[in-house]
């Protein structure tokens, strides 16, 4: 019995204490904090049944575990969005100011980075989050994904070339992401229209999903001008009502928006070279659970 009881709490520690790793693994290979929810309560379960004597790596066996769920919700979620509303984006997680410090991290996370995962096959998005985020050997990559060691290179090859015409840019500084989120929310807050097209990038791209559930975009708007008179006829129509709070989203900056102080929507921004290039709006409810509380992250 005490035997029993020991394998337990061990089997127990050490999932605590690779638990937000494991749930950033499963994260960046679904793009839903709901799902990967799910996902660790599988890892768990098939870890509490695994004997520990034979286990020589925790963290290594829990991301193989964690890696195998996830790629099975993926090919199901990736049917499930075949039937998708509208515009898919991620479901976005209020992260605390730690991950934003991680300049890796938080690129990897960041909502146009989850979008430019969205382009890779299942596999190829899993060995590339697994080599190039959490740096896992080919070895190892293959026994997660079932492939052989020459074969998860090639893959992991031919996905980091698909992701690096993709990618967002340079890597913004978090003093200039400060400053580009606080005039955008000025000029949201105030309703200034020659503020929001200053702010903005000429080829911004505006995205919004509502996921069926709320009206949202229907299609990407692009261009400072139209994005602009776009976002100022929203706001006008909520008056007082709205309230605005700028938050960190996916280690990125962003607005939270509330009316008559109940959650609205997400609206995540990507910033290069001082101004907005991409925004990312979510209004869909069943994607909101995850911002009025903060998300551990970890490498």
Known sequence: M??????????????????????TVAYEILGSA???????????????????????????????????QALTRLRTLGRRRESYVGPWLPEPLLTAPDVAEDVELAD?????????????????????????????DYDEIA????????????IAHRARAHVAARRPRDVVSQSE????????????????????????????VALGDGGGVKQALPRPVVGADKVARLLAVGLEQYGD?????????????ALVLRLDGELDCVVALRIDDGLVTGLYTVRNPEKLSHVERETALSR
């Open 108 to 136: 990897s996370v960041s909502m146009a980075m989850m979008l430019v995962l969205e382009t890779l096959a299942p596999t190829e998005r899993a060995v590339f989050v697994l080599r190039e985020v959490f740096a896992v």
């Open 241 to 253: 009502a709205l309230s605005v709070e700028p938050v960190q989203v996916n280690g990125y900056p």
């Open 143 to 154: 026994r997660a994904v079932d492939k052989s060691p020459a074969a998860v290179r090639q």
């Open 34 to 68: 709901t799902d990967t929810e799910d996902v660790l309560q599988e890892t768990w379960l098939r870890w509490a049944g695994v004997d520990q004597d034979t286990v020589r790596n925790q963290r290594a066996y829990l991301v193989r575990i964690a890696t195998r």
């Open 177 to 204: 992401s400060r400053a580009a989120l606080a005039a955008f929310q000025r000029a949201v807050e105030t309703g200034d229209l020659q503020g929001l097209v200053d702010i903005l990038a000429p080829d911004v």
């Open 2 to 23: 005490a035997g029993v009881d020991e394998h337990e709490d061990s089997a127990t520690e050490a999932f605590v204490a690779h638990r937000n790793l494991l749930f």
